[in-house]
Every structure is written in C-alpha cells, then in structure tokens.
C-alpha cells in the first residue's frame, strides 16, 4: 500500500501519468527518493541495534528476551545469526548487515 503511494507521489512529482507506461525504475532514477519500504526497514534495524547497546533494564530488553508462544521467531533474525544480540554490540558490523536487512522488501518484489 505505502509503495503504492510512493510511486503515485513519485509520477506526481515529475509530472506524468500512469498511462505513459513509464517504468518505476525510470521515474526512481529521475525522483532520487528512497523507496518507502527500504528505509522502514533501515529504521527498524538501527532501532534495534541502539535498544540492544543500552545497558538499563528497559522493557523493550525484556520483550526481546522473552520468548514466542509459538514457539519461533520471525526470519529477520536470520539477516545476522543466531547470535545476533552479540552482533548488535559491534556498531560497524551492525551498520554492515543494515543494507541487508533494509534490501529485503526490494528483493522480494523482484523475485515475485
């Protein structure tokens, strides 16, 4: 839905309409903006990484801990390893597996 928005706001921008058939990676190249999904994503994962440096007991540290009921995590933890709370401690390489992580949504609308 947001991505929806985004390429209407794009063509918008440049001043053209669906109707010319213009591709989205043309009208990206013109726009220069960050796609809506990727930057979501690169936001979730700094977030995640300053919330996991901290050294007070907040609650997010907590609920982090805490496990499902399900019993599984979801696949974005797959991104950095099973051991990625420790990952989180190293700044530089928690910044490396940010483009990754962020790419994500990129990568699955190509594949589908």
């Not at 696949?75 to 597996?97: E, I």
Request: net charge positive.
């Amino acid at each position: 839905m947001l991505e929806h928005c985004q390429r209407a706001m794009e063509r918008s921008m440049i001043g053209i309409k669906k109707e010319d058939k213009i591709q989205n990676t043309v009208i990206r190249s013109k726009t220069k903006v960050t796609d809506v999904l990727t930057r979501i994503d690169s936001l979730k994962w700094r977030w995640t990484g300053h919330m996991l440096r901290g050294t007070q007991e907040k609650w997010s540290n907590i609920i982090t801990d805490g496990y499902p009921r399900e019993g599984r995590r979801n696949r974005g933890r797959l991104t950095a390893g099973p051991k990625w709370r420790r990952v989180a401690r190293d700044r530089v390489q928690w910044k490396l597996l940010e483009e990754v992580f962020a790419k994500r949504h990129t990568e699955l609308r190509d594949i589908l």
